[in-house]
T-cell receptor
Framework: NAGVTQTPKFQVLKTGQSMTLQCAQDMNHEYMSWYRQDPGMGLRLIHYSVGAGITDQGEVPNGYNVSRSTTEDFPLRLLSAAPSQTSVYFC?????????FGSGTRLTVV | AQSVSQHNHHVILSEAASLELGCNYSYGGTVNLFWYVQYPGQHLQLLLKYFSGDPLVKGIKGFEAEFIKSKFSFNLRKPSVQWSDTAEYFCALKHSQGNLIFGKGTKLSVKP
């Protein structure tokens, strides 16, 4: 997964807290996206961006915000964390050969 | 609507057994299809992809998949599995907007 960096790797939040999951890529890819992975559900798209300044909602956007001020960075914000947002989050960028995924952030909301 | 279905939730095999994981998709246009593997506690890694051309696609680690347009299928195969193939496997379809639509995944357990 060289080229897509996610931080942090693990995080525990209390209900109602906010936080930002960071995603950065150094491959100058225009397209980036955020997925969440839950057991038995596969990966579901939260938000995506086709370039700096352009974002759009995916399948499960509620409770999350994104912005894309630069090509390199695509942070995901949880405004008021809920236990239903306990999940593993993956950032991905699109290459000519497919998608490259970050190593993931395991988030627990208590 | 575009969608991906994986038929098996959990497959258990002995080492050296042959593997076939089913994947069907729903989409009427030109398809880009992928198989990803996720080893325990790790991120997704691309096994193989189909964009066009030869419908039999060979990937890494001895995996291959066959695109059958008439059946809307893209099944993953491996002639002889190893214990190290224990992982979860995801089939995915590239959406017309550029996003990936994933199946729910198939867990493969290989007994030594």
């Amino acid at each position: 997964n060289a080229g897509v960096t996610q931080t942090p790797k693990f995080q525990v939040l209390k209900t109602g807290q906010s936080m930002t999951l960071q995603c950065a890529q150094d491959m100058n890819h225009e397209y980036m996206s955020w997925y969440r992975q839950d057991p038995g559900m596969g990966l579901r798209l939260i938000h995506y961006s086709v370039g700096a300044g352009i974002t759009d909602q995916g399948e499960v956007p509620n409770g999350y915000n994104v912005s894309r001020s630069t090509t390199e960075d695509f942070p995901l914000r949880l405004l008021s964390a809920a236990p239903s947002q306990t999940s593993v989050y993956f950032c991905a960028s699109l290459t000519n050969y497919g998608y490259t995924f970050g190593s993931g952030t395991r988030l627990t909301v208590v | 609507a575009q969608s991906v279905s994986q038929h098996n939730h959990h497959v258990i095999l002995s080492e050296a057994a042959s593997l076939e994981l089913g994947c069907n998709y729903s989409y009427g246009g030109t398809v880009n299809l992928f198989w990803y593997v996720q080893y325990p506690g790790q991120h997704l890694q691309l096994l193989l992809k189909y964009f066009s051309g030869d419908p039999l696609v060979k990937g890494i680690k001895g995996f291959e998949a066959e695109f059958i347009k008439s059946k809307f299928s893209f099944n993953l195969r491996k002639p002889s599995v190893q214990w190290s193939d224990t992982a979860e496997y995801f089939c995915a379809l590239k959406h017309s907007q550029g996003n990936l639509i994933f199946g729910k995944g198939t867990k493969l357990s290989v007994k030594p």
